[in-house]
């Protein structure tokens, strides 16, 4: 099974960008799908959360600025993620989870500068 993340970037504050993550290769349903980061010198943490049936969670920091959503026909994964702040400069890594294995994609980063 791969996790194929995309969409990171350089964005001014302010800023919006939109990560993708494409899993491949798995022969049982994905359920829960995710996003989370991890800030240099910071532990990796949870962002957002999606069930198969489409509902969401996010981390407080987050909240109103960032949109998860999921295709399942597409087996693909985004992360909306508007009016971005330095601080939420860091590696975004995605995560699928089958009944019976959880995945990690690679981690695609996110910069916010001016």
């Known amino acids: 099974v791969q996790l194929q993340a995309s969409g990171g970037g350089l964005v001014q504050p302010g800023g919006s960008l939109r990560l993708s993550c494409a899993v491949s290769?798995?022969?049982?349903?994905?359920?829960?799908m995710a996003w989370h980061r991890q800030a240099p010198g910071k532990q990796r943490e949870l962002v957002a959360v999606?069930?198969?049936?489409?509902?969401?969670n996010y981390i407080d920091s987050v909240k109103g600025r960032f949109t998860i959503s999921r295709d399942n026909a597409k087996n693909t994964m985004y992360l909306q993620m508007n009016s971005l702040k330095p601080e939420d400069t860091a590696v975004f890594y995605c995560?699928?989870?089958?009944?019976?294995?959880?995945?990690w994609g690679q981690g695609t980063l996110v910069t916010v500068s001016s």
């Open positions: 290769g798995s022969r049982f349903s994905i359920n829960n």
């Open positions: 999606i069930t198969r049936g489409g509902s969401a």
């Open positions: 995560y699928a989870a089958t009944t019976y294995n959880i995945y």
